[in-house]
C-alpha cells in the first residue's frame, strides 16, 4: 500500500506514522491533525503480526523464554517490525530528525513547536521519548536537564518508561536503534529503555505533548497476561529470571552514570 506525503511547512522534522491499511478510521484522524499542524509527515506501513507465518530472522526466542519465561506475541513481534521499517524509512529520506509515532496518538497545538526547540537546542541527542504515562510522569526516578520553551523540559528518565507511541530521533540515533534491533528478544518499547544495550543518548520531554489515549489496541493484551513456564522450563526460569533482572540493574546504574557524566560536561563547557 502507497501513502502519499504531505509537505506541509518548512521545519527541520518530518512525522512518520505507523499504521495498518485496515485502520484506515485511524488514519483519517491523523491526518486531520497533522494537516491543522500543517507538518510534513507520511504513513508508514506496518507489519501486522498476526500475518506472520514463522517468526522472523533475528528474533531469539529462546533468549525471550529464557529471561522472561514465554515468547513475544505475534502483535509484539509485527510492532517491532514496523518500527524498524519507519526508522529505516526515515533514514532513507533527507530529514535531520524524524518523529516516529503509532497512528493512536493525539497531537497538541504546540507539538511542532516543542520539536523545533529541541533541534535548535545544539543537543547531540540520539532520541528523545515524547510520551509518559501518568506513572512514569510522576516518577522519582528521574532528573531535570534544561527548561525549553513555554511549559516544556527534558529529563533524564532512570526508570525504564513503557510505550513506544511516539519519539524524537536523530540520524544517528536511528542508525543506532536499527544497529541494536536486528537481534533482538524484548517489545520495541523495551529497546527504546535499554540505553545499555543500544547506545542511544536518550532524553524523555515532560509533559508529553503527543498523547496516547488508550484506544483499542491492534498488537493485543496477551503481552500483559502472566504465563510461566512448568517442568524443566521452569526450573532454569527461576534461576535465570533473577539473573537477568541483576544484570539489568547494573547495567541502569551504568546507564545513569554515563548520562551523569555527558550532563556535568554540557553544563560546564
Known amino acids: 500500500m502507497v501513502f502519499e506525503a504531505h509537505k506541509g511547512r518548512h521545519v527541520q522534522h518530518k512525522i512518520y506514522v505507523i499504521t495498518l491499511p485496515r485502520a484506515e478510521h485511524r488514519q483519517q484522524a491523523v491526518r486531520t491533525q497533522l494537516e491543522a499542524l500543517d507538518v510534513p509527515f507520511t504513513f508508514v506501513e506496518g507489519v501486522d503480526g498476526a500475518a506472520l507465518e ?27 517490525l514496523s518500527h524498524r521499517a519507519a526508522l529505516e524509512q526515515f533514514l532513507a529520506e533527507p530529514e535531520p530528525y524524524g518523529v516516529i509515532c503509532e497512528d493512536d496518538v493525539t497531537f497538541c497545538g504546540d507539538t511542532a513547536a516543542v520539536v523545533e ?66 537481534s533482538f528478544w524484548m517489545p520495541f ?49 527461576r534461576l535465570s529470571r533473577p539473573c537477568y533482572k541483576g544484570y539489568e540493574a547494573l547495567s541502569r546504574l551504568a546507564m545513569a552514570t554515563r548520562y551523569a557524566l555527558t550532563d556535568r560536561r554540557r553544563r560546564s563547557s
Open 117 to 182: 526547540d529541541i533541534v535548535s537546542q545544539g543537543l547531540d541527542f540520539d532520541l528523545v521519548r515524547m510520551t509518559a504515562s501518568d506513572k512514569i510522569a510522576r516518577s522519582r526516578k528521574k532528573w531535570h536537564v534544561m527548561d525549553l520553551s513555554g511549559r516544556y523540559a527534558l529529563y533524564r528518565m532512570l526508570d525504564l518508561p513503557c510505550g513506544g507511541w511516539a519519539y524524537l530521533v536523530s540520524r544517528q540515533g536511528a542508525q543506532r536503534l536499527l544497529d541494536a534491533s536486528r
Open 189 to 237: 518499547d523495551t529497546l527504546l529503555a535499554m540505553a545499555w544495550h543500544s547506545g542511544v543518548d536518550a532524553y524523555h520531554l515532560l509533559p508529553s505533548p503527543i498523547l496516547h489515549e488508550g484506544t483499542e489496541t491492534l498488537i493485543g493484551t496477551g503481552r500483559f497476561e502472566c504465563r510461566r513456564p512448568s517442568g524443566l522450563a521452569g526450573a532454569v526460569y
Open 54 to 80: 514463522r517468526p522472523p530472522a533475528g528474533y531469539r526466542g529462546r533468549l525471550r523464554r529464557l529471561f522472561y519465561g514465554k515468547d513475544l506475541t505475534a502483535g509484539e513481534i509485527g510492532c517491532f
